[in-house]
T-cell receptor
Framework: ETGVTQSPTHLIKTRGQQVTLRCSSQ?????VSWYQQALGQGPQFIFQ???????GRGNFPPRFSGLQFPNYSSELNVNALELDDSALYLC?????????????FGQGTRLTVV | DQQVKQNSPSLSVQEGRISILNCDYT??????FLWYKKYPAEGPTFLIS?????DKNEDGRFTVFLNKSAKHLSLHIVPSQPGDSAVYFC????????????FGKGTMLLVSP
């Protein structure tokens, strides 16, 4: 059974650029959630995809968008990068889109915006 | 407005003693609580959870206690081991139709030999 994998592990971008982060969910999981963890903070919920549809979103602007593919892998896209977007981006997969399922996290992508 | 609060940024404990990590929440709609452990350069790993219909859940060395009236939960690790040194996140969930987790800022636990 493969776990949740994210790519790339580290990334440096310039303010104003666009970035795409990728996540492969754990085998058998159909739900992917994305979280942003700023330095010294806990992870903050960005959005969730269940069976290729967005079914929940946190307090993030529309320049944060995502996709989920038929194999349940997912992408997080961020447009017009700002310095405050520098953070660890975590992907979590789970089985089912309900509120009480255990989420398994990937190792994260460290994004630095300069 | 932080709905899940971990007021101790760090905790130091000697090997073999009990570690107690605390968490408070403000949203009474939360009805499921989880603890995650995070090592550097790794993603958070699920440790233990508790539903709001219970006041205690135990798994080996780890026990979570929930006091709903005080909106407080705690994680007890007995006995503590050096390998337990990590950042511990408290997280909460509610029946909103999808599985979002609201996290605290974390407590860094250091267990010294």
């Amino acid at each position: 059974e493969t776990g949740v994998t994210q790519s790339p592990t580290h990334l440096i971008k310039t303010r104003g650029q666009q970035v795409t982060l990728r996540c492969s969910s754990q085998s058998g999981h159909n739900t992917v959630s994305w979280y942003q963890q700023a330095l010294g903070q806990g992870p903050q919920f960005i959005f969730q995809y269940y069976r290729e549809e967005e079914n929940g979103r946190g307090n993030f602007p529309p320049r944060f968008s995502g996709l989920q593919f038929p194999n349940y892998s997912s992408e997080l896209n961020v447009n017009a990068l700002e310095l405050d977007d520098s953070a660890l981006y975590l992907c979590a997969s789970s089985s089912g889109g309900g509120p009480y399922t255990e989420a398994f996290f990937g190792q994260g992508t460290r994004l630095t915006v300069v | 407005d932080q709905q899940v609060k971990q007021n101790s940024p760090s905790l130091s404990v000697q090997e073999g003693r009990i570690s107690i990590l605390n968490c408070d929440y403000t949203n009474s709609m939360f009805d499921y609580f989880l603890w995650y452990k995070k090592y550097p350069a790794e993603g958070p790993t699920f440790l233990i959870s508790i539903s709001s219909i219970k006041d205690k859940n135990e798994d080996g060395r780890f026990t979570v206690f929930l006091n709903k009236s005080a909106k407080h939960l705690s994680l007890h690790i007995v006995p503590s081991q050096p390998g337990d040194s990590a950042v511990y996140f408290c997280a909460a969930s509610m029946n909103s139709g999808y599985s979002t987790l609201t996290f605290g800022k974390g407590t860094m636990l250091l267990v010294s030999p």
